[in-house]
Nanobody, 125 residues
Framework: VQLVESGGGSVQAGGSLRLSCAAS????????VGWFRQAPGKKREGVAA????????YYADSVKGRFTISRDNARNTVYLQMNSLKPEDTSMYYC???????????????????WGQGTQVTVSS
């Protein structure tokens, strides 16, 4: 199983990026897929999650109204559209998957079985 993130980069505050999480040798169907981020010296934290077969989306308070998680099952890919970026959004962003629905623990690192290697997002002021 391999999850590969892409789409990171450097932008100015107020800008946008779209991250992608593509799975190989794995099907996102019936999975809860989450996005996490980790800044230097800080703990990894949950950003957003989605059940790949449809249903609710979940967001951390810090990104609500600015980030949108979505899926394209035909491409076996989950996206994170990030708008109105702030310097505090600067982090390495990771996607993760677990083969079940998203439950109350969707922001917990220990919930997920599979992780990508991350993509760096840098927001300058």
């Amino acid at each position: 199983v391999q999850l590969v993130e892409s789409g990171g980069g450097s932008v100015q505050a107020g800008g946008s990026l779209r991250l992608s999480c593509a799975a190989s040798r794995y099907i996102f169907s019936n999975n809860c897929v989450g996005w996490f981020r980790q800044a230097p010296g800080k703990k990894r934290e949950g950003v957003a999650a989605i059940y790949a077969d449809g249903g609710s989306e979940y967001y951390a308070d810090s990104v609500k109204g600015r980030f949108t998680i979505s899926r394209d099952n035909a491409r076996n890919t989950v996206y994170l559209q990030m708008n109105s970026l702030k310097p505090e959004d600067t982090s390495m962003y990771y996607c993760a998957a677990v083969p079940r629905r998203c439950y109350y623990d969707y922001m917990s690192l220990s919930t997920y079985n599979y992780w990508g290697q991350g993509t760096q997002v840098t927001v300058s002021s």
